[in-house]
């Protein structure tokens, strides 16, 4: 093969107007709710990729690791999904910065431009889906996505956004598992594609369109219907990455939530599966994160709070713990039982059967 024809085989194509018009992105966009408002409200969560450890590595945590030379050249994080054990290798993104090569790894911001632009790709004429790759993806404007970040409280410059897509477009996972039954290996870009077209320059021209197309992960699960719609504003409201990252857990793991049932997790496991409490030096501080991040959940509206009595004395609890000591008297680990509140039983109930009907209308189609 010619060296010509493998360039224009790289050539990115802009996806065709039947892409933005198939019964998968039609299906991918259409929710279960009772009015637009509430629909502006929801996006699509997936539970696999949500549900792991991508974004773990904060820019502020990234900078100290640089000074001190302890930047790690892969990152590599062992975690569970379903009983399965995952190991995921992240590489840094390389980008060259006024001549200096800077490496960097997806955290906050670059997740909650992923958030963005998922919730843009359920908007008409915004995502598509191209069976013939297949590829999922989104058009939209930097001006758009930066109006979106600023709707849900996380304003972020021109400047600001273009270096998250480019991380976001640089930086590879690797994902295995051994599971014998249900083996996974996929090793890809957080974005496989990333593509502008622009009539006055790329340089802060706001009517520039972007293309995105999302990881072979998420183009998969569109296939299979393997998504859950969740409320997305209430998600980017949560002011720190553990409570939204525990949040999306809950809507990948708690289906069935009903006023009253519980749901158990371990710190362990949320120390484990979302990879950001590595940072805290001892296992007492990240506890005491967990906890805010849980009480950030119940005071807006996810969690029911408990009343727990101590002797005389009442208070109002997100959870219930109950602490595993080990042999030299230490807390080695925490079992939390938390209850759905009302608005969350309804959106989960809601959930559920939005994915059937939307997987009844697929086979009614074929």
């Known amino acids: 093969m010619s060296s010509k024809n493998t360039q224009q085989e790289k050539k990115f194509e802009p996806p065709t107007v039947e892409a933005f018009d198939c019964k998968q992105i ?69 980008l060259n910065d006024n001549g200096v090569v800077t490496e960097y790894y997806p955290g906050t911001s670059e997740e909650l431009v992923e958030d963005a632009l998922r919730k843009i790709a ?28 600023k709707k849900q409280g996380h304003t972020r410059s021109y400047q600001e956004v273009v270096l998250s897509l480019k991380i976001l477009a640089r930086s590879s ?49 569109i296939s299979a219907i393997d998504y ?10 949560h002011k720190t990455q553990l409570a939204r990252w525990l949040h999306k857990y809950l ?10 049932q519980k749901f158990e997790m371990r710190f362990s496991t949320i120390k484990r599966d979302s990879g950001l409490l590595e940072g805290y030096g001892r296992n007492r501080a990240g506890m005491e994160a967990v906890r805010n991040a849980f009480n950030e959940l119940a005071n807006n509206g996810i969690l029911q709070p ?12 997100p959870f219930m713990e ?18 759905p509140s009302a608005q969350f039983s309804s ?3 809601r959930a559920n059967a939005n994915v059937n009907r939307l997987k009844e209308k697929s086979s009614a189609d074929r």
């Open 26 to 94: 039609d299906l991918f966009q259409s929710f279960l709710c009772n009015h637009e408002e509430q629909r502006g409200k929801l996006s699509n969560a997936f539970p696999l990729w949500d549900c792991l450890p991508r974004y773990s590595m904060s820019r502020r945590a990234a900078q100290k690791m640089l000074k001190a030379g302890t930047f790690p050249k892969l990152l590599n994080i062992a975690c569970q999904y379903l009983g399965r054990k995952i190991k995921i290798e992240i590489q840094p993104a390389r």
């Open 306 to 317: 408990i009343l727990e009595k101590e002797g005389k004395d009442e208070k109002v609890t």
């Open 347 to 349: 959106e989960s109930k």
């Open 122 to 149: 359920t908007l008409q004429n915004h995502g598509y889906y191209d069976e013939s790759r297949p590829r999922h993806g989104v058009s939209f404007t930097i001006y758009q996505l930066r109006k979106e970040l």
């Open 173 to 221: 996972i690797e994902i295995s598992s051994e599971d014998k039954k249900n083996k996974i290996y996929d090793v890809c870009t957080y974005f496989s594609r990333l593509s502008t077209v622009s009539r006055a320059g790329l340089e802060e021209d706001p009517e520039a369109k972007w293309y995105v197309e999302f990881h072979p992960l998420i183009t998969k699960a």
């Open 322 to 339: 109950n602490k595993i000591i080990g042999s030299k008297c230490e807390v080695e680990d925490i079992v939390y039982t938390v209850f």
């Open 228 to 237: 859950r719609q969740f409320n997305y504003e209430l998600m980017m409201s």
């Open 251 to 260: 809507v990948a793991k708690f289906i069935n939530a009903s006023v009253g």
